[in-house]
């Protein structure tokens, strides 16, 4: 079956830098995205990824390994508006999306 | 960037009584349009796939008779609850597929609309 794994939660403090794990089995791979959700809002697109690396964009960044069934999302400089939900999502053969449960990551001052 | 909008953003109705959600894609065609559930503290669940001019897909366990899904254009889906009970009361959104990243941003992206929370009494 197709599997999205990441953490169910994680704690940082501001300023500080967090990485947040995705593993992933699906049938095919055509991209893996990230994407913030904040409390009773909809998620917002942060980045996607379909070639091995790392794509920087400002204080966020998003590797995949595409070998390991693997990608991280690297908050830099945290900020308390950082603290959210944490989607991964995989496109698959049939290019649908299959969904992480997300990680819930708590920003201390 | 993209924008994908949904009106209303909320909204209260009694039971038995019919609910349409509209979900437009502002800056890019969209040929399909997803749409979500989302109960409090749990992930997205997928619902319904609608692609332009033709059926939407529906998801097991989704009852289509229940959840009318119309996709008339490339820039809007619409989602109607008939006879909605208080079971139905959810966070529903939408995503608009930009495939050639119209938008400015990566092909074959979805994009989410703000969602409209349905209360149900």
């Known amino acids: 079956g197709q599997n999205i794994d990441q953490p169910t939660e994680m704690t940082a403090t501001e300023g500080a830098i967090v990485q947040i794990n995705c593993t992933y089995q699906?049938?095919?791979?055509?991209?893996l995205f990230w994407y913030q959700q904040h409390a009773g809002e909809a998620p917002t697109f942060l980045s996607y990824?379909?070639l091995d690396g790392l794509e920087e964009k400002g204080r966020f960044s998003s590797f995949l390994s595409r070998s390991k069934g693997y990608s991280y999302l690297l908050l830099k400089e945290l900020q308390m508006k950082d603290s959210a939900s944490y989607l991964c999502a995989v496109m698959d053969s049939n290019y649908q999306l299959i969904w992480g449960a997300g990680t819930k990551l708590i920003i201390k001052p | 960037g993209a924008v994908v909008s949904q009106h209303p953003s909320w909204v209260i109705c009694k039971s038995g009584t019919s609910v349409k959600i509209e979900c437009r894609s502002l800056?890019?065609?969209?040929?399909?349009m997803f749409w979500y559930r989302q109960f409090p503290k749990q992930s997205l669940m997928l619902m319904a796939t609608?692609?332009?001019?033709?059926?939407?897909?529906?998801e097991q366990g989704v009852e289509k008779d229940k959840f009318l899904i119309n996709h008339a254009s490339l820039t809007l889906s619409t989602l109607t609850v008939t006879s909605a009970h208080p079971e139905d009361s959810s966070f529903y959104i939408c995503s608009a597929r930009d495939l050639i990243g119209g938008s400015g941003g990566p092909t074959d992206t979805q994009y989410f609309g703000p969602g409209t929370r349905l209360t149900v009494l």
């Open positions: 699906t049938s095919g791979f055509n991209g």
């Open positions: 990824n379909v």
């Open positions: 609608s692609n332009e001019g033709s059926k939407a897909t529906y």
């Open positions: 800056d890019f065609q969209a040929t399909t």
